[in-house]
């Protein structure tokens, strides 16, 4: 079986790059199941319950998000009514809020999978434990649901890292979203857990982790309030490949993509 997950989509350069070159993908590949982080959709903060449609509508099966999720205001009542929809909100956010950072579901060729969403903790909000967290989304999911992608998006490597071997041999993946920069340390754990740090940024790479380098660059020297711009050159999409044995769960193999998009 194989799983395509795209790492973060930034604004509309990211859709774009997602609309381009999805397909070519597909056929190159023939993924059982696409996911993709979709947090940063809407002009790189948030996404909106159009741009949810958007995305799921160009072939993607569920999104996930992160710490963004909350930045579009129309997002919350949709999360609220669409609970056990395919869009994620982390999982470890205190009782309360809307959405679910878990979900079922069965691929084209009737798979059964589970999608999960946690946040980390350093240097980022202060919420539930993801460890603790990740072990309470397991419990819930049924045993014979062998397929389990955990996004875990946090700031730190040694946050993720230590989460992907704690959860080693008990999901088929545990993929890094969050920082926009791929990382190129991915490979399969001794259990059967295929891992990397960053999956990286979906969007466009000329810039600072995809805003306009000089709007970063003079907040950086003059440490006044900036507008952000969303950048639109060098748009690439950037995900990973698994490939995972549908019987047991275990990952075979893990594989970096990046390819670039039309130019706008």
């Known amino acids: ?11 509309s350069p990211g859709r774009r790059a997602v609309h381009d070159l999805l397909g070519g993908i597909v056929a190159a590949h023939a993924p059982d199941l696409i996911l993709a982080n979709g947090e940063n959709a809407a002009a790189g903060f948030g996404i909106t319950p159009a741009l949810v449609n958007e995305l799921l509508g160009a072939g993607i099966d569920v999104l996930t998000s992160g710490n963004h999720i909350w930045d579009r ?16 909100r982390p999982a470890n956010f ?18 059964p999978y ?12 202060s919420i539930d434990c993801p460890f603790r967290g990740a072990d309470a989304l397991l419990e819930q999911i049924p045993a014979e649901v062998k397929i389990r992608i955990l996004d875990m998006h946090a700031e730190t ?19 890094g979203t969050h920082t926009h920069i791929a990382t190129a340390d991915e490979r399969v754990l001794p259990a059967g857990t295929a891992y990397i740090t960053d999956v990286g940024m979906t969007g466009p790479y000329d810039s600072v982790i995809g805003i306009e380098k000089r709007v970063v660059i003079e907040k950086f020297l003059n440490q006044l309030p900036a507008r ?19 019987a047991d769960g275990r990952a075979v193999s893990i594989q970096r993509i990046t390819l670039p998009a039309s130019s706008a």
């Open 157 to 175: 490597t040694s946050e993720k890292m230590a989460l992907g071997w704690y959860l080693d041999g008990r999901l088929t993946a545990v993929l």
């Open 73 to 88: 205001k129309e997002i919350f009542p949709y999360l609220a009514e669409h609970a056990g929809g395919r869009l994620l």
């Open 228 to 246: 952000f711009e969303v950048a639109k050159e060098d748009v690439r999409l950037c995900g990973v490949l698994i490939e995972a044995d549908p």
């Open 114 to 125: 589970a999608v999960l969403n946690l946040q980390g903790r350093v240097f980022m909000q």
């Open 94 to 111: 205190p009782a309360g809020a809307p959405g679910q950072g878990l979900y079922l579901g069965r691929t084209r060729a009737s798979v």
């Open 1 to 11: 079986m194989k799983i395509l997950f795209i790492g973060d989509i930034f604004g």
